[in-house]
């Protein structure tokens, strides 16, 4: 990485819970291209402020993780269609001051999702959350033929209002529902306070043949780690926020790596610290 100096280019992600996976994904990168880049995870309890700081201070990029991608709408200028689409935000872009919102999680999941041959537009799905990744990967399974769809989900105003969005049903808890793939878009798993929390049954996996948790923080959540003691085969966050993080820094950079490269960032990034 080059010696910190004033013509670096500056990027940052925002969420509630940084890691520093992110971080390392997008620095391998600039290290291996050779870009007078860096990249800073943040959280924030003023949301407003720190977008008026990426404006300010030319920012060129911030990524924008949970609960920050449907708050963070009013705060930019434009809107491109892979946000305007669902609503939900997790890439912004500074131009000269003017920020333009993208959405590239809608196209690593559906990729994702696309590869896996255990599910077919006819399996059953159990989604689990009704935020704004949720909506991505709401969409992403809407668009890959899926119509078998239920969201689960705690506030049944967003719930009832994604599963509407969508044609899909939705119900307060898990119970006992199973499916063939199971979606975890929640922060149950996630590293901090839900850290231990499993996000479906151990009955439900059993039923599954797929399970799909996009917490990329640890990157084994309990889902995961049921699911592979179960012999499922998985889908993790890590995966996400990989497929993810390459097309934000296509965005940032206008350099588009190597496939090798991207999975050699990825592999890096899941490293331990």
């Not at 992600?13 to 800073?40: C, E, M, V």
């Not at 995870?41 to 949301?47: K, P, S, V």
């Not at 499993?198 to 959540?221: H, Y």
Request: net charge negative.
């Amino acid at each position: 990485m080059p010696i910190l100096n004033k013509d670096m280019v500056l990027c940052i992600s925002l969420a509630a819970r940084p890691s520093n996976i992110g971080t390392r994904f997008h620095n391998w990168l600039y290290d291996q291209l050779n870009l007078n880049y860096i990249y800073k995870a943040f959280t924030t309890t003023d949301l407003p402020a720190a977008i008026g700081g990426v404006r300010a201070l030319r920012i060129r990029g911030c990524a924008v993780s949970m609960p920050f991608k449907e708050d963070v709408i009013p705060l930019v200028d434009r809107m491109d269609p892979s946000a305007l689409a669902i609503d939900s935000v997790n890439t912004i872009v500074n131009d000269g001051g003017v920020l333009t919102a993208y959405n590239t999680d809608y196209l690593a999941v559906a990729e994702l999702i696309g590869q896996r041959s255990e599910v077919s537009p006819s399996s059953s799905v159990l989604l689990r959350g009704s935020g704004g990744m949720a909506k991505a990967v709401a969409a992403a399974v809407r668009d890959a033929g899926f119509t078998q769809v239920t969201i689960v989900a705690r506030n049944e105003e967003a719930g009832r209002r994604l599963a509407g969005l969508y044609g899909f049903e939705w119900q307060a808890e898990p119970g006992d529902s199973t499916a063939d793939l199971l979606i975890n878009v929640t922060p149950l798993g996630m590293a901090g306070h839900d850290e231990d929390v499993q996000s479906f049954s151990d009955e439900a996996i059993a039923a599954a043949s797929l399970v799909f948790d996009v917490v990329a923080l640890p990157s084994e959540t309990p889902l995961i780690q049921a699911a592979r003691r179960a012999g499922k085969p998985v889908v993790s966050g890590a995966e996400v926020i990989a497929l993810q993080a390459a097309e934000q820094f296509v965005l940032y950079t206008g350099v588009r790596p190597s496939a090798e490269q991207i999975r050699e960032a990825g592999e890096f990034s899941r490293l331990p610290a």
